[in-house]
């Protein structure tokens, strides 16, 4: 069962593509409407592509760094979204703090709304 705040698997690119890799996403929120769509953010271990005061990073010091599943500290790109299918989400990893979540989640629409 695919829920907010989970860190899941899924390929990238979609299916269909012989080059995929699995690659760690955060799921944002269930897209309104009958298609089983998610919002998700995507998660690289490549620190030094993160936006300052925009990406969040998850260190090993950080209080969900155990319960995120991800295996080396890495950044959620807030910016790096996508609205994808239930069924490319292979699985979940980890999850991450509600006030994390939030934090995303205001950070996005912050980002959406501004001029």
Not at 15 to 25: E, N, T, V
Not at 61 to 89: M, Y
């Amino acid at each position: 069962m695919i829920k907010e705040g989970q860190i899941v698997l899924f390929k990238f690119p979609p299916a269909g593509k012989s080059d995929a890799k699995l690659r760690p996403a955060l799921v944002i929120k269930e897209i309104p409407g009958p298609y089983s769509d998610w919002l998700i953010c995507m998660i690289s271990s490549q620190l030094d592509k993160q936006v300052a005061d925009f990406d969040e990073v998850v260190e090993r010091e950080a209080t969900d760094w155990k319960r995120s599943g991800l295996k080396v500290p890495s950044i959620i790109r807030i910016a790096r979204v996508a609205v994808v299918h239930k069924s490319i989400l292979l699985g979940g990893i980890g999850e991450v703090e509600p006030i994390r979540l939030d934090r995303i989640k205001r950070k996005l629409a912050d980002w959406l709304l501004s001029r």
